[in-house]
């Protein structure tokens, strides 16, 4: 049976659906939710009792204006729900001054004037002693940050929406969604809902729910944990400020100051394992447990092993790491606000703001550019074992700079296919890297690693198969990276000398080969079929049959 239709059907209540919720009931739209669980359930990604509000955006100073709408309409549902949402302390950003965070954080508050202070060790030392930095690492202090709270703020957007008049249906799985030229059909437990338009929240299960789509989501578990610490005052909000520190070898850890006078929450930003949310580990174990543990040991004071609680969440990860907005491709009745890449919450009631706009009249005066789901990303790049390697350039380009390596250190480098090495070099500077030459029906391919060190063995003439590890990342500290292209044409060796690396790591190589499309050629090596192989076509390498 169909029910009266709605102006828009909103699928999925976490954060992201709530506040688009209470901002299109704000505007008068006549709105239906659904929601499989219970809104404020902690069994996605809007659960964990805090998350980080920063203003000084490292990933970049576009997101500021942004920010500052998200600041305001927080405060508004606080004064709308009666609800404590958005605590001020103040922010840390720590780590290496040339590395990604600190020099992030510095652009973004330089560019849109925000007020910020840097801090040295010995004032760090004084005014923040519960942190140990270590020579070679500088402190960034913003004004403008502080920790949200994640359950009662999605409680009170959904209150809120319900108060403006939206229907929002509870635990009710939506089974399908039909668009059609006249509207949208939503297909759920409870029956079926008919609506103008649909907007897409469903944080983890987004992947799923527009499974057609093939959008390039993944899903990643994420644990946080509780630790005990000596003097419960001394990390107190008003002296311990919200954190994220960038280590050494280019890790990203965060942590909050108390909350129940017992303990502080840490966790680790990324590094986690790929999940289906229907099916992940939800038990806490002592590995996820130790890693935190060891950065709590190595860069804190006063703070103990023992663990008060601990939780799994999950990330829903874009390939560039940057949020969607926006409506689908070829499906304008159809908006989607998600992939997350786990720095959203943060943005929950502005990208809802945005979501209402774009649902109700199409279009926003928000720039989102940056954010639109059919841009082109970066290659998501994989190990031959299936590893994901994230901080992928979004440049679209072949010659690709993977960006600080998650794991960082000696790692494997496996070949992305059958091949010969044809070329290789071993500097102190660059660090090295290799030329594998292969072989495809309809011509030669060449693909190149740098800033990677040949294992013993591996001399030009070496045949490589799929998968074999024949180098390893080479360590470069803080910055540890590699780069991976892919060149349509043959080699010629005379020219390896000088040609590479160019003189900035962001920049393209200097060899005259026409480029191909990376993506297609890692993914056809990755798991082809064994009847497939691998064509040279007009626009790059595609998986073909023989």
């Not at 409680?155 to 403006?164: G, I, N, V």
């Not at 029956?191 to 057609?212: D, N, S």
């Not at 103990?304 to 990860?317: E, K, L, Q």
């Amino acid at each position: 049976m169909t029910n009266d239709a709605a102006d828009v059907a909103v699928v999925g209540l976490g954060a992201m659906g709530a506040m688009s919720a209470w901002r299109l009931a704000a505007r008068g739209a006549r709105v239906i939710g659904f929601e499989r669980f219970r809104p404020g359930h902690d069994r996605g990604s809007s659960h964990g009792d805090t998350r980080i509000f920063r203003t000084a955006y490292f990933e970049s100073p576009d997101y500021v204006p942004l920010l500052q709408r998200a600041n305001s309409l927080w405060r508004q549902l606080e004064d709308e729900s009666g609800a404590e949402l958005l605590t001020i302390t103040g922010g840390l950003a720590i780590g290496p001054p040339d590395g990604e965070l600190v020099s992030g954080v510095l652009a973004s508050a330089r560019q849109n004037d925000l007020p910020h202070h840097l801090l040295d060790i010995a004032q760090m030392k004084s005014r923040y002693p519960q942190h140990r930095l270590e020579r070679g690492e500088i402190a960034v202090r913003e004004d403008e940050a502080g920790y949200l709270r994640p359950e009662r703020s999605v409680a009170a957007a959904a209150a809120r929406a319900e108060a403006l008049g939206a229907r929002l249906l509870i635990e009710t799985e939506v089974e399908a969604i039909d668009v059609s030229g006249s509207g949208v059909m939503i297909r759920t437990s409870r029956g079926r809902f008919a609506a103008e338009r649909a907007l897409i929240t469903a944080g983890a299960w987004t992947p799923k729910v527009l499974a057609r789509l093939h959008l390039p989501l993944t899903v990643e578990r994420q644990v946080l944990a509780w630790l005990a610490v000596d003097n419960p005052a001394s990390f107190a909000p008003e002296l311990f400020p919200v954190f994220i520190r960038e280590t050494q070898d280019g890790r990203f850890r965060y942590g909050f100051p108390t909350t129940d006078g017992r303990s502080i929450k840490l966790g680790r930003h990324h590094e986690g394992d790929d999940v289906d949310p229907d099916s992940i580990d939800r038990e806490v174990r002592e590995s996820d447990l130790e890693p935190i543990r060891d950065f709590a040991r190595a860069n804190l004071f006063g703070v103990t092993d023992d663990v008060v609680t601990a939780c799994v969440c999950m990330y829903t990860n874009t390939p560039d790491e940057h949020l969607l907005v926006g409506p689908l491709p070829a499906r304008p009745r159809v908006t989607m606000a998600g992939g997350c890449s786990g720095h959203s919450f943060k943005f929950a009631p502005v990208l809802g703001d945005v979501a209402a706009d774009i649902a109700t009249h199409g279009t926003t005066e928000r720039d989102i550019a940056a954010l639109t789901v059919d841009r082109r990303f970066g290659s998501e790049w994989r190990y031959c074992n299936g590893t994901v390697l994230r901080r992928c350039s979004a440049t679209g380009a072949v010659w690709l700079h993977t960006g600080v390596d998650i794991k960082t250190g000696i790692q494997p480098v496996m070949a992305a296919a059958n091949g010969v090495i044809i070329g290789y070099i071993v500097d102190p500077t660059f660090r090295g890297g290799v030329l594998i030459r292969h072989q495809t029906p309809d011509g030669v391919v060449i693909t190149q690693y740098w800033h990677v060190w040949p294992r013993p063995g591996y001399a030009v003439g070496t045949v490589v198969a799929r998968g074999e590890v024949f180098a390893d990342i080479a360590d470069m500290g803080s910055r540890t990276h590699f780069h991976f292209a892919v060149f349509s044409g043959d080699y010629d060796s005379h020219t390896w000398n000088g040609a590479l690396p160019p003189a900035r790591c962001d920049g393209f190589p200097a060899f005259p080969y026409h480029f191909v499309d990376p993506t297609a050629f890692v993914q056809a090596h990755l798991e082809p079929a064994p009847e497939k192989v691998v064509r040279h076509g007009g626009h790059g390498l595609q998986e073909v049959a023989p």
